[in-house]
Nanobody, 126 residues
Framework: QVTLTESGGGFVQPGGSLRLSCAAS????????IGWFRQGPGKEREFVAA????????VYGDSVKGRFTISRDNSNNMVYLQMNNLKPDDSAIYYC???????????????????WGQGTLVTVSS
């Protein structure tokens, strides 16, 4: 059983930056793929980024490539999402999710993740 807690959301103007954090407890952290997803009002949950287990590389959704960076700190059971050049369309509730058996081709599929946090709200507006 893994418990995930997101933090770092807030209000920011377009072009600004935020860093989201996902704290994990209850599992062998480095063995889990951690994904970030977001869901805006009236929209489906969208893949943002993932930090693959046993791997230092990140994978990104098309809408955030070049603006967002995912990183993980296995010693502290943390995953971060650095979000730069934020746009109003980035406004959403951001969730982190974890799974230890997800395959690479499925990392962008929300239903493939077993554990989810409660989410943190990001609002980008002038």
């Amino acid at each position: 059983q893994v418990t995930l807690t997101e933090s770092g959301g807030g209000f920011v103007q377009p072009g600004g930056s935020l860093r989201l954090s996902c704290a994990a407890s209850g599992g062998t952290f480095r063995g889990y793929t951690i994904g970030w997803f977001r869901q805006g009002p009236g929209k489906e949950r969208e893949f943002v980024a993932a930090a693959i287990r046993y791997n230092s590389n990140g994978v990104y959704g098309d809408s955030v490539k070049g603006r967002f960076t995912i990183s993980r700190d296995n010693s502290n059971n943390m995953v971060y999402l650095q979000m730069n050049n934020l746009k109003p369309d980035d406004s959403a509730i951001y969730y982190c999710a974890a799974d230890r058996s997800i395959i690479y081709g499925q990392i962008g599929v929300p239903s493939q993740y077993d554990y989810w946090g409660q989410g943190t709200l990001v609002t980008v507006s002038s």
